[in-house]
Structure formats: structure tokens, C-alpha cells
């Protein structure tokens, strides 16, 4: 294809903060319809087809069989399973001209289940696999970061159904593995899988992937000493106290003004590690009151906090309908109809400031063991920290990160097919519901991610695997007829042979030709000019800047596919064996 | 892959009158989830994917660019190009979360020329033609048909700009030759282009891509006399009256209880041709009522009408409003706010039949030579019928047929661009409206309309070019180690030869094996059984019935490849040139 020809626009100006979005706006990759909504250009529409190949040969080889479900469906299969009440907003809901109530695909586990129901009737039809490559829309509040966070995106979400947990596991083995291959072949072999909570999808066991980089969204927890890797969500908090003080007397005291924890420690020449603080969140269903004691310097896990109360929460708006001293707030002589909650952190610890549930009071001395019930009930709702201690291998290495999540695999279990009463006759006779596991990719997502890591300040550096074009030719000075000449003929013989070419040939500047190519990102970069004709060779070189070579012009179309095929060997020897 | 991982169930029982509907049932193609909403299981989604393949290479090859416009678009874009008003209730309105309204994407001029917009300001960027394959959602009223009218389904749809109305129609004619070239690929030849009306597109010359067969909701107007085509909305009607009687005086006639035409006629013993019949519609803007004179043999053509009036219409409902006396509503003595309008078909009619505005009695004799004013305007609201006198040729053999529309393209002209304000410099300076094209290809629509002119009883027979598998391997009595082992050698031996294989190696009787083939309609089919092996072959043979012989196991994939290519072959041999 011709530069001339790719409908889009180019320019040098910084267009936004993120990288990915900056250069991808830039390079004429997208262009914003509405907000969090974009239209494709080619150079982006050709990298998704290369990414979409990679997941259905990925996904055929895991015996899955593409499918294809709706993006606009019936409200009742979203009521079969209940999530048509429990989830938010982000499901568009709207009424057809019949006025039947109707959805916009965010997932599909319903459609799964309908679809194989009453055609999975029997324990010998299992296990399976099906999957698509579909649009959804997810009506996001905080669309951000280009294609990274979107309303509208096309996803690759399979569902596998089977008759025992065991066969889901060893299925889910496979999966994962296919996910690794995945990116690895995608050009990105660094995404690690973390151990997720499974959210709004039901089910136990879950693993999110993960693209480690500075504009990530999720915290990823590490653990450099033993491998341990879980999001912030799913990540055990283990807070170690310094115990050896001896309890002091509960102790109250004037901290006047001071309300943050962060004030009454300053104020009181206290470490926040020595002190209690209380959160205070609502359930969004009745606004009712449910009030955290952790330690002064750990933040509230609010995905913890949710699985714990089994419903949705908010931080609290304002707390006067609670009965509580704002800023006051302690676990000593509290009363209060709100429900009460500890966290692990403190339950050990001794000598801590806290509120005394009268203004301009704290307490100093509190020391849990001492000053609470025994049969209190101390939970891990707290996040993990830089440095904590590992929940599998116990050094203080704990590392957190940041990482955009590419991808996520859930162990279902029965959830859907419960709900939606879809069974088989096992070899007993009995019906029973399948278990389900789910695997999803949103390709926009992956592309804006790959960019995000493969990229330098001039414009995207696409792994060959995922390129729009694997080649450019840049004709310089296509007013010579020589280099005109030489620049068709290559780029001729390189289509001819099957190669995809982005070729050059506009009368532009070196300037403009060059800064161009930078961010249509093509790994190789072949250079006709009036210099590399006076030398007798083209110029061939890596976007990657990993080479820059003469090469004849009779052996271009050779050397060019040696190069390529170096270029792809790097990337698949970092590709797993399948299971 | 293997018959029993495939999902969906087949049976035998009838399913449903149209009997692409019946077979794709039967054959486990798709499941319905709502109103003209469709799962597609693997096999649909296997010719869907080759289908799509056809429609890329025949895109790119006329110069297309893959995009990708979103489903869900602001209504922004459709309020500038007019259509947010202009279109009823098969455009799905509504609100996001931010109480923003939204459209769901039943075609996407407006999304193609946001794209397009700001980066094709000069007339060097001309012409360039971008296409989508994605889903579309139209809230039809009347979905049927399976896959043939549903209300989501998935579209190719391209959209050209060009500076010159004569770049448009050179480049028309390469799409319209593309579009040849693709049914033709898919295994249809027979599809025939007719002009068509533009509807609700703009733009004057449009043509459909029809694919003749007696389930079709269109007619077609053909003359096999020139070759004229047309569908009925876009055929002229060209009537001739008996204009060789004397006109007789116009004499009031009672008719009693006589109402319809037919009444009326039967009763005067008069020919329906003799008579002249009132029509009335109603604007839908505004209920405000339209009545039209034509002969009393024919039909309103309501695209006519409605591109006349400039107005969607329907039949009045009731028409106490109005005035008139229904039944006996005449053209003479005729006091009414109705617009009023007269169709060619009575110009030079004498001596006719028609209403006399008063309850009871119709006139005879009535000349509208004699008895309209002299500068009345009859115009060609009627359509035409078999035996009609020919537009092109004026035979009177025109042919009246039952079509399915498989595709459309358009010459839009710059009925977007204007209203969008999209313009290029062009070479003098001046800013000017590009001049677009569109080109749609239903996807779902194509494979049910192949099935409904490709089956036998039994079920489809897949074009080789789109079949979801080529071969099928069908192992009769799997329980004989002979039999298991030489149709596993063969499937692997076929698979690894890059063949596309369904394998039938389940444990079921000769009849439910042959059934389920001839649902799955591949192409080949080869026959391993204890019989078979007894003569020291396989049975190799086609779908359509078109041979059926012996093969030697030892040369089974040369000899399947052999008869790949012939079918290929007889395909791509009525496959004309791309232009």
C-alpha cells in the first residue's frame, strides 16, 4: 500500500500525556467518535486482524470453536442469571421500538449458556470450548488512555463448559498457557498472570494478565524472592507490629482541631504505624453504614471490604446520619448502628492512638488485645505495601507495580448454569449444572498496551508478529527517475513475494518522510535514494534501531525476508510450548 | 475437527416453511435469542469467516482500506447529516449514562465521512474508498426468514470519495464488477444487478444485487428481450389503454353497496382496465391525507410516491377526516384538502369506471382527456406488471420475479458531505463537497440466500469456496479397529495437508451419519466402512450428487485434492475479470 493512499493524518505536535494515545493519535490511528469511542484507521484495522489470527489459531488449538453471540441482547437471559439487578450502570440497558427491555453485550456468559443449552444435554458432549471475536460496549464513567480504557472495544471471550472442577482445572492450565503464547507472539512475552478477585463474574479462581508498566491502573503485587504475583485486589495483607512495648493505660487526650490521622500524629509526635484509624463506607443499596478500624498508615482493600459484606460499596458521603464524631471516631466505648468491621493490622499491635468518639479527643494506649472483646473478629481488608511480608514466602520483599491488565481468566464454577438452569445427565443418571470457566482479551486494549512498551519518543515500534506492514520503502527524492525506478521495482518485487509493504513514494521532505515512517512503526525500513544508488545499494534498517545495513539491490528481496525472519524468530523463541 | 465436539444439535423434524430457515435449524447453524437476533454456532460462523476473506481481497483489490467504525455512535453525527429526524424506528435511539443520546449503527455514511473529515482537505488525497465488515443493528418490525431478515446481523460496507462525479461512476463501475466477482467466488453466480431506488440513501443511481428465488421479498422487473433489470420500486410502468372507443357522456350510475373496484366492475360488468381507482395514503409527518387516481388494475408503487411527495407515507388508516366518500371517491365533482395526484395509467383512458363522491353511485364514461383540466399532470406512481411493455426495449415482455437483495451500491453523491461540511481544496482553491459511494454486503443474508438456492431435501450443499469444512470423513462402524484406523489415518493425513476436515468417528448408526453429512453440507464427503475396506478402497463423492466412485487408499489425498480443485475450479471459472 502506498502512504499516498492510507487515509489518516500525521502530525509532531504532543496530542496527550499517555504515550500510547500521544503516538497512536499522532500517527493517525484513531480518531475519537464520542467519548470513549473511536473509529479505527487502516494502519490500527490491520494490526487487529493480525492479533485477531493469532487468538483464534491460539484458541483452535485449545480445541476451542469460534461462535458468534449478539451485541444487542434480550433483556430475560440477563434476569435468568441476575445480573440484569446486580450490575450498574456500566450495562446499557434500553428498549427496543416493541419496548422490550434489551442490553448491550459487556460479556457474554449468558449468551454462552443459551447458546449451549439444550445441545449439551449429556455428560459425553463435554468438555467444550467456544469463543468469539465480537464487539462490546461497557458504559464506562472514566474513559482514558486512548484505547487503553474505551466504551466500545472488540474483545476475544471464550467460555469452556465441563463436568467436573478437576477437568476445569486442567482445562484452565491450558488456557493460561495459550494466554502466555498469546502475548508472547503478540511481541509482549514480559505480561505476567497475577492472581485476581473475580469481581462481578462469580466464580473463585481467577487470574489477571498483566503489562507491567508507569500507566497501569492496577497495582500488581510481587514478590522478586519467590515468584508470588497477585493484584492489589487479590494480594493477602500481612502487617507485622512492633509488639515489645509494654500496654500503656488507655489514656485520653485534647487533640483539639486534629482530624486526619495524619494530624493527630503529628500533633501527638506519633507514628501513623502507631496509631487507629476508622474509614467509613455505605452500601449502595440502602446507604446503611459500615465503619473499618485499621491501622493509621494502610489503605481499605474496598474489593476485600465488598467480598467480605457480599455487597457493593461506596466511601461515605457524609456521616451525620451515622451518629459518629467525624474525625473523632474510635473502636473504644463506640456506639453506633453502623456494622463495625477490624482489620488484622491492629490486632496485635499495642499503645495506639485512636479517636475517642468525643470531639477534639483521642485516645493513646489502645492496645487491642487488651481494650477489645476477646471473640473480636479480626479481618484482612487492609492493602498490602512496598516491603510487607510475602503472603507465600514471608521475606519482606513485596514489590508493587503498576500494570494495565491485558487479559483475564476466571474459574466460573456453577454460577451461570445454576442460575440459568442449564444441566446434564451424567453417567448416573443425575442432572447436574456444567462448570464454566471464561477467558477474555480485549484487542484495542492489547494494541494500545504493545505501545506503550515498544515505542520511543518518535512513534511505535510494532513487534513484526503485529505489524501493519512489515516493510517500509521510503523513496527519497522520487523526482529522481533512478530512484524512482529502483524504490517501484522493490516495492513490487516485495508484494509479489507476499511481503506487506507500506511503500513511500510521495515528493516529501527527508524530514517529513522519515518522522512519518517513525510512526507508522514497520520493524523494517528500506531506503532508496539518490546516496544509497551513488554507493550501489539500499540502506535496510531496523526500527528498532537494533541495525542499519547496505544491502545490494539485487539481493534486497533475500535479504530483506532474512532480516524478517530473524525479526519473527526473536519473538517466537519466546513463545511457551502449548500443553 | 471432530462431528462430536461440535456444538449444536441436528434433527429431522420440519422447522420452518423457508427452507434456508429449515436446514440451517435443522443443521444446528444458529439458535435465536431474541426478535431477529441470532447466535451463530461454529459452522455459520466458518462460511461467515471465508465469506468475509472473499470480501476483503475483492475490497483491497479496488484500491479499499480496512477501518472500523463503531456500532454505537453520538447522536451528533446523525443529527448533522439530517437522519436522526428523517428516519423512524429501525434506528435504535438512546441514552448512556450521562443521559447522552446514542444511535446503534445500521449503516455508517455519517461514521465513514467523521473519519474521512479534516483529513482529506485537498483534492490530491482523492479518491480513496474505506470498508468496515461489522455488526449492524436495524430494528426491523419484521424480522424472518432466519439469517434472511434479522434485526442485528454483519455488514461489509465501503464508502468512496471522489472529487468528480465521473471519478465516481468509473469507480462504481470497478465495485459494481467487484460485487460480480464476489457472488460469483461465494458460489452464486446467477446474482443479476438491478437499478434501484435510492431510499432513504440520497443519491440517484443506485443499483441491488439479487438473487432470484421465490422466497425473495422483492420483485424484480426483467425483460429477456434487452436485458433490462430494475426492481419494482425503480421500474417505470408503462401502460397502454383501448383508446379506440368513443368517448361516451359521463353518466352517475347506482352502485348500491358496491365499494372496491372489483365490486364495482363485477356489478357494471366492466373490466377492472376500464375503470379508475381512488388510493388514499397519509403523510406519517403530520396524518395529512393523499389521493391517488390510477386504473383500476394496478398498484400504487409507494417508493414512487413517496419520492414524489418527498415525504414518507402510509395507507390512510380511516379517512372520515378528509372528506371524501370512500369507496365512491371519484376524480370528478371531487371537493377535498387532499393532495391529489393522477397516475399515467388514465391519461389517454376513455370511457372508464370511477367514484362520484356520493354515497351509491359511481360514473361511467369518464375521459380524463374530456373531464380533467387541461393542465393536469399524471405521473408514474403505478407498478408495472408481467407482460408490461418494456422501459428499454418497449416489448411488451417484461417478467415480474421474486428476489432476495444481497447487496447495494450507491452513488451518494454529496448529500452527506454537504450536510456535514466535509471539503477539499480542489486545484483552483476552492472548497468543494467531496462525491461519495457506498457498497453494502449483508453477510448473514448471503449464506442463507446460498442455502436457499444450494440444498437439496436434505440439507445445504456449501459452495466449496465458503463451506465450513471441505471434506468430511465419515467413518461407518468406528467399532471395527480397520475401519478406526484407517479414518483416523485419513484425517490426520487430510489435516496435515492443510485440508479442512469435519470427522464423523462417533458411534452412531449409517442413517443418523448421512443425515447429519448432508446437514453439514461439505462438499466431499469420503466413506470409510467395512465394506469399503473389503474392496480395498474408499468411497469418495460430492454433495450435489455429482460423482460418486472408488479411490485407493494409498493416493486418497492427490485424488481429494484432484476433485478440491476441479469444484474450485468450476467456481472460479464463472468469476469474471476485475476491471
Not at 461515605?316 to 456494622?339: C, F, K, Q, R, W
Request: hydrophobic share 40%; proline share 4%; net charge negative.
Amino acid at each position: 500500500m502506498k502512504v499516498s493512499q492510507v487515509l489518516g493524518e500525521r502530525f509532531k505536535e504532543r496530542a496527550f500525556e499517555i504515550e500510547s494515545q500521544n503516538l497512536m493519535t499522532r500517527g493517525g490511528y484513531m480518531k475519537l467518535v464520542g467519548n470513549g469511542i473511536y473509529s479505527l484507521f487502516t494502519p490500527t484495522k490491520r494490526i487487529q486482524n493480525k492479533i485477531e489470527q493469532i487468538l483464534r489459531e491460539e484458541m483452535d488449538a485449545i480445541d476451542g470453536q469460534e461462535v458468534l453471540f449478539p451485541v444487542v441482547m434480550p433483556a430475560t437471559i440477563w434476569q435468568q442469571s441476575g445480573r440484569w439487578d446486580s450490575i450498574g450502570k456500566e450495562l446499557l440497558r434500553f428498549k427496543d421500538r416493541s419496548g422490550a427491555d434489551m442490553v448491550l453485550g459487556m460479556t457474554h456468559e449468558e449468551a454462552a449458556v443459551h447458546m449451549a443449552m439444550n445441545v449439551a444435554g449429556t455428560y459425553q458432549k463435554y468438555p467444550f470450548m467456544i469463543y468469539q471475536i465480537q464487539t462490546k460496549f461497557r458504559d464506562e464513567p472514566r474513559a482514558r488512555g486512548g484505547l487503553i480504557r474505551v466504551r466500545e472495544f472488540t474483545m476475544k471471550d471464550a467460555y469452556s463448559f465441563h463436568t467436573t472442577q478437576a477437568d476445569l482445572e486442567a482445562y484452565y492450565q491450558r488456557a493460561y498457557r495459550a494466554y502466555e503464547r498469546i502475548y508472547a507472539r503478540a511481541g509482549v512475552p514480559e505480561v505476567v498472570a497475577v492472581k485476581s478477585d473475580s469481581g462481578m463474574m462469580g466464580g473463585k479462581v481467577s487470574h489477571e494478565f498483566m503489562l507491567l508498566c508507569d500507566i497501569g491502573e492496577d497495582s500488581i503485587v510481587t514478590c522478586p524472592a519467590c515468584g508470588y504475583r497477585a493484584n492489589m485486589e487479590a494480594a493477602e495483607c500481612i502487617v507485622e507490629n512492633d509488639a515489645s512495648d509494654a500496654p500503656e493505660p488507655l489514656r485520653e487526650v485534647f487533640t483539639g482541631d486534629a482530624k486526619t490521622i495524619e494530624e493527630v500524629c503529628a500533633l501527638l509526635k506519633s507514628d501513623a504505624k502507631k496509631s487507629c484509624k476508622a474509614v467509613v463506607y455505605q452500601r449502595n443499596a440502602d446507604d446503611s453504614y459500615v465503619l473499618i478500624f485499621t491501622r493509621g498508615d494502610l489503605e481499605i482493600n474496598e474489593t476485600k471490604l465488598t467480598n467480605t459484606l457480599k455487597a457493593e460499596i461506596h466511601p461515605a458521603v457524609e456521616i451525620d446520619a451515622a451518629n459518629l464524631a467525624a474525625g473523632n471516631i474510635g473502636p473504644v466505648h463506640l456506639e453506633t448502628s453502623a456494622t463495625v468491621l477490624y482489620d488484622r493490622s491492629i490486632q496485635d499491635a499495642v499503645n495506639l492512638v485512636c479517636g475517642a468518639n468525643r470531639a477534639e479527643y483521642h485516645y493513646t494506649g489502645f492496645t487491642p488485645a487488651r481494650d477489645l472483646p476477646a471473640d473480636t473478629e479480626y479481618l484482612d481488608l487492609s492493602k498490602t505495601q512496598d516491603g510487607f511480608a510475602c503472603p507465600s514466602c514471608h521475606k519482606h520483599s513485596l514489590k508493587i507495580s503498576r500494570g494495565i491488565e491485558v487479559g483475564n481468566i476466571f474459574q466460573l464454577g456453577k454460577r451461570y448454569t445454576e442460575a440459568m438452569g442449564m444441566t446434564f445427565d451424567d453417567p448416573n443418571g443425575n442432572r447436574v449444572n456444567p462448570i464454566m470457566g471464561c477467558y477474555g482479551i480485549g484487542v484495542g486494549r492489547l494494541i494500545a498496551s504493545v505501545c506503550e512498551v515498544r515505542h520511543d519518543e518518535y512513534g511505535p515500534i510494532w513487534p513484526i508478529t503485529i505489524a501493519p506492514w512489515q516493510v517500509e520503502v521510503c523513496a527519497l527524492r522520487v523526482d529522481n527517475p533512478d530512484v524512482r525506478a529502483a524504490a517501484d521495482r522493490l516495492y513490487k518485487e516485495l508484494t509479489d513475494a507476499g511481503v506487506e509493504v507500506l511503500y513511500d513514494d510521495r515528493a516529501v521532505s527527508a524530514g517529513v518522510l522519515f518522522s512519518d515512517a517513525d510512526l507508522f512503526g514497520c520493524p523494517l525500513r528500506v531506503i532508496v535514494s539518490p546516496k544509497t544508488l551513488a554507493r550501489g545499494c539500499y540502506e535496510l534498517s531496523a526500527r528498532d534501531k537494533s541495525f542499519r545495513e547496505d544491502i545490494d539491490p539485487a539481493a534486497a528481496v533475500p535479504e530483506i525476508f532474512r532480516k524478517m525472519a530473524e525479526l519473527t524468530a526473536a519473538i517466537n523463541e519466546k513463545v511457551p510450548e502449548r500443553l
